[in-house]
């Protein structure tokens, strides 16, 4: 469906955001396209890394293999999913992947990807995506929580060991996200309406005054508010280039707040990526229903 031609890797800087095709991942070349655009966005050491052998199984056998094309073949991004059950044996798509070529990166790539994967899981009459990504990643958290809706109650802790490649020098915590597909298959409450106001902070950020990027001057696990807001780096990549002593300790104690208030009963809502305040730093906004009320249905990798 897609050839590819000796060219085809000079066509991805060139093609405009009306150009990028996305359709359903079919020749033996298409599969290997992803392979090498795995490496190319996480690198040769990182643990990413699904073979054409398992994304052509998974095509075959009810997954979802999408890719972004540009004119002449060039694949530019890709999502990767299969089914699965969550903890009460509701039907879901497992979403594994999701990659877009450096070039096509903040072009609305990936989310139109996200949302071909919402209509064919939805052509498939599944009503539930899940995921997992890294929580101190402000892109991918305002991409799942913001843009596409998702939410989380489940804090997952070094799942995949030290992390390598792109991620080397961190350990692999992960929040797993619940994308409901229609609200009349979402159980447990009703999805809150964020509040206009800001909610109250759990951490205190600063300044680093030779780095410039932000530590954590301490942080609150006794609040009790119905919402509440957990700050993180803007950038953790420039955070970790700089430092990345930093870097693990916004690991260890935004881990801490994580699994404390999630624990109790709350629930990431959204994700603010503009952060009124203080600096103008990107945070989590949390959820608890007044009655306690929760659920997890979304299964513990995704």
Same mark, same amino acid.
């Given at each position: 469906m897609h050839p590819v031609t000796e060219t085809a890797a000079g066509d991805i800087a060139h093609a405009t955001r009306e150009q990028v095709a996305i359709q359903s991942v079919e020749t033996i070349e298409d599969y290997r396209r992803c392979e090498e655009l795995q490496t190319t966005v996480w690198g040769p050491d990182d643990i990413v890394g699904i073979p054409l052998l398992g994304l052509v199984t998974a095509q075959d056998n009810g997954g979802i293999v999408l890719g972004a094309f540009v004119p002449g073949g060039a694949l530019v991004g890709f999502v990767y999913s299969f089914p699965g059950l969550s903890p009460a044996g509701r039907l879901k798509q497992c979403s594994v992947i999701l990659a877009v070529h450096p070039d096509y990166q903040n072009r609305n790539v990936g989310l139109r990807l996200k949302l071909a994967q919402r209509d064919t899981a939805l052509a498939h009459g599944i009503d539930l995506i899940t995921? @997992?990504?890294d929580? &101190?990643?402000? @892109?991918?958290?305002? &991409?799942?929580?913001?843009?596409?809706?998702?939410?989380?109650s489940t804090y997952l802790t070094n799942v995949y060991g030290l992390g390598r490649g792109l991620n080397a020098g961190l350990e692999t915590d992960r929040l797993l996200v619940e994308w409901w597909l229609s609200e009349t298959g979402r159980p447990g409450p009703e999805r809150a309406e964020?509040?206009?106001?800001?909610?109250a902070g759990v951490n205190l950020l600063e300044s680093h005054p030779r780095l410039g990027v932000p530590i954590n001057r301490g942080y609150d696990l006794t609040r009790e508010d119905e919402w509440l807001r957990i700050w993180i780096p803007r950038d953790i990549a420039a955070v970790k280039e700089a430092n990345v002593e930093l870097a693990q300790a916004w690991r260890a104690q935004t881990r801490e707040m994580f699994t404390t208030y999630l624990g109790r009963g709350y629930r990431i809502r959204g994700f603010d990526h503009d952060g009124r305040e203080p600096d103008s730093q990107p945070c989590y906004v949390l959820h608890r229903q007044p009655d306690g009320a929760s659920h997890d249905e979304g299964g513990r990798h995704g």
């Amino acid at each position: 469906m897609h050839p590819v031609t000796e060219t085809a890797a000079g066509d991805i800087a060139h093609a405009t955001r009306e150009q990028v095709a996305i359709q359903s991942v079919e020749t033996i070349e298409d599969y290997r396209r992803c392979e090498e655009l795995q490496t190319t966005v996480w690198g040769p050491d990182d643990i990413v890394g699904i073979p054409l052998l398992g994304l052509v199984t998974a095509q075959d056998n009810g997954g979802i293999v999408l890719g972004a094309f540009v004119p002449g073949g060039a694949l530019v991004g890709f999502v990767y999913s299969f089914p699965g059950l969550s903890p009460a044996g509701r039907l879901k798509q497992c979403s594994v992947i999701l990659a877009v070529h450096p070039d096509y990166q903040n072009r609305n790539v990936g989310l139109r990807l996200k949302l071909a994967q919402r209509d064919t899981a939805l052509a498939h009459g599944i009503d539930l995506i899940t995921w @997992t990504f890294d929580p &101190l990643v402000s @892109t991918n958290a305002y &991409l799942n929580l913001a843009k596409l809706g998702g939410e989380s109650s489940t804090y997952l802790t070094n799942v995949y060991g030290l992390g390598r490649g792109l991620n080397a020098g961190l350990e692999t915590d992960r929040l797993l996200v619940e994308w409901w597909l229609s609200e009349t298959g979402r159980p447990g409450p009703e999805r809150a309406e964020l509040p206009q106001w800001a909610p109250a902070g759990v951490n205190l950020l600063e300044s680093h005054p030779r780095l410039g990027v932000p530590i954590n001057r301490g942080y609150d696990l006794t609040r009790e508010d119905e919402w509440l807001r957990i700050w993180i780096p803007r950038d953790i990549a420039a955070v970790k280039e700089a430092n990345v002593e930093l870097a693990q300790a916004w690991r260890a104690q935004t881990r801490e707040m994580f699994t404390t208030y999630l624990g109790r009963g709350y629930r990431i809502r959204g994700f603010d990526h503009d952060g009124r305040e203080p600096d103008s730093q990107p945070c989590y906004v949390l959820h608890r229903q007044p009655d306690g009320a929760s659920h997890d249905e979304g299964g513990r990798h995704g």
